[in-house]
């Protein structure tokens, strides 16, 4: 190669570098996320969790607009939470998604608020409800944070809440899980896909462009392909059955 296709080749790069960084100033400066991920951090552990002592605002147009503040584990409280409880009480840990956070609703208005409240006038101070429920969790996360988090609490009682998105959420973190030597699931990891590092995971943390073509661009195709998977399966056992 000659000394005028190698500066041919370096301008050329350079230019690519301003560009990029140009477009990269450009999303960050425009580019907003949902109320639901504005805050939310990714974790190598719990896949994703908010932040201790977040406030943060949820709004929908014609239905609500309303504020949630975290405690000190990153949970919609009331209240902080310790893992030590009172001799004598009765603990009970309430997990789930979005509808056990309480997307949409005030913080006396969660199901788990509500219960507390409805032990309370039964006997009041020896019930404890804690709410860990964290937008977007699944089964799959939610036995992680048990296994590693929860237990710590010594609960009395686990509540769980599913929902149909659960199965979908499942199939989308399945890829990140981490297993230890015996085959258990140890971490559900969203910088490692299947045993590897995940550059694209990686470059959409540290780069709001990346970010910017994953949830405008990408995203799309692999609905589309989930989508075409389940329609798959569904004319599948369709088959099987008529047949």
């Not at 041919?8 to 960084?21: D, K």
């Not at 309303?66 to 990153?74: A, E, L």
């Not at 913080?107 to 804690?130: C, F, H, M, N, P």
């Not at 959409?204 to 990408?218: P, T, W, Y």
């Amino acid at each position: 190669m000659n000394k005028n296709k190698i500066i041919y080749v370096l301008y050329t790069l350079f230019l690519l570098v301003i560009f990029l960084a140009v477009l990269e100033v450009w999303a960050r400066f425009t580019y907003q996320k949902s109320y639901l991920a504005a805050y939310i951090q990714k974790d190598r552990v719990f896949h994703h969790l908010l932040p201790p002592h977040t406030k943060g605002g949820m709004s929908s147009e014609g239905d609500f607009d309303d504020f949630y503040v975290t405690n000190n584990r990153g949970m919609r409280g009331p209240g902080d939470y310790d893992h030590g409880k009172k001799e004598g009480s009765y603990r009970v840990a309430v997990m789930g998604d979005s509808f056990t956070f309480g997307v949409g609703v005030k913080a006396e208005e969660t199901y788990a608020y509500v219960l507390q409240k409805s032990l309370d006038r039964s006997e009041s101070g020896q019930y404890e409800v804690l709410n860990f429920g964290v937008s977007s969790f699944s089964p799959i996360l939610e036995l992680v944070y048990l296994k590693k988090e929860l237990v710590r609490y010594e609960p009395d009682m686990l509540v769980l809440a599913l929902d149909l998105c659960d199965v979908q959420d499942d199939y989308f973190y399945e890829p990140h899980l981490v297993y230890d030597a015996k085959g258990e699931i140890v971490a559900c990891d969203p910088f490692r896909t299947r045993g590897h590092p995940d550059l694209w995971a990686i470059l959409k943390e540290k780069l709001v462009l990346f970010s910017v073509l994953d949830d405008k661009l990408f995203q799309s195709f692999r609905k589309m392909k989930t989508l075409h998977r389940f329609t798959l399966v569904a004319y599948q056992t369709e088959w099987c059955r008529i047949h």
